[in-house]
């Protein structure tokens, strides 16, 4: 199926210190996601973003979180700074519709 | 908002056996309906999608049945063999748009013995 790559696929870093992931979607895809998931616990949605704009958010996508997608190139998410509690995998996923394909997440340590 | 509830959380079979997971959800707007696999330090793969239209879908081994009037949705898969061992996780919309967020159930970490 199609395929979403993420970079990297692990990070570690100090509290207070800013983080960009990146996420390379499926090349004709419109729309992109963020997700969250603490280990043990449910994935949980941060974003979603569409013709250069954020078009829903949830409460978890603190003040410190930003995502672009500059020219096409990677759709990141910036966490600055960063939180003890923002350590978790980070799911990107690219739809064209309503199918969303996900990439295998970055594992964020904030020490 | 939507709440999703997914069971058993641990499910062990023997090859050839059927796997049986379910997933409850509390909107009656939901009208998409999502099962993923992943495999350790993999991405989510998807292995079905479901619109509020259809009942009962089939696919490779995989049966989908979805109940709107008990808001369930549930996944058997037929014939387990040990590549099947992997977490499951149910996915709902409300897709009221296409970029509608999908909310998860907890997942179901599936081992298949040979």
């Known amino acids: 199926g199609p395929k979403v790559l993420q970079i990297p696929s692990h990070q570690i870093i100090d509290m207070g210190q800013m983080v960009t992931l990146n996420c390379d979607p499926v090349?004709?895809?419109?729309?992109f996601y963020w997700y969250k998931q603490i280990l043990g616990q449910q994935m949980e949605f941060l974003v979603n973003f569409y013709n250069g704009k954020v078009m829903e958010k949830s409460k978890l996508f603190k003040d410190q979180f930003s995502v672009e997608r500059p020219d096409g190139s990677y759709f990141t998410l910036k966490i600055q700074p960063t939180a003890l509690e923002d350590s978790a995998v980070y799911f990107c996923a690219s739809s064209l519709e309503y199918e969303q394909y996900f990439g295998p997440g970055t594992r964020l340590t904030v020490l | 908002g939507e709440q999703v509830e997914q069971r058993p959380p641990h499910l062990s079979v023997r090859e050839g056996d059927s796997a049986f997971i379910i997933c409850t959800y509390t909107d009656s707007a939901t009208a998409y309906f999502y099962w993923y696999k992943q495999e350790p330090g993999a991405g989510l793969q998807l292995l079905m999608s479901v619109f509020s239209n259809v009942d009962r879908k089939e696919e490779q081994g995989l049966t989908v049945l979805l109940n709107k009037k008990d808001k369930r949705l549930s996944l058997n898969l037929t014939a387990a063999h040990p590549g099947d061992s992997a977490v499951y996780f149910c996915?709902?919309?409300?897709?009221?748009?296409?970029?509608?967020?999908?909310?998860f159930g907890q997942g179901t970490s599936l081992s298949v013995v040979p």
């Open positions: 996915a709902v919309s409300i897709a009221s748009s296409s970029f509608s967020k999908l909310v």
């Open positions: 090349s004709n895809h419109l729309y």
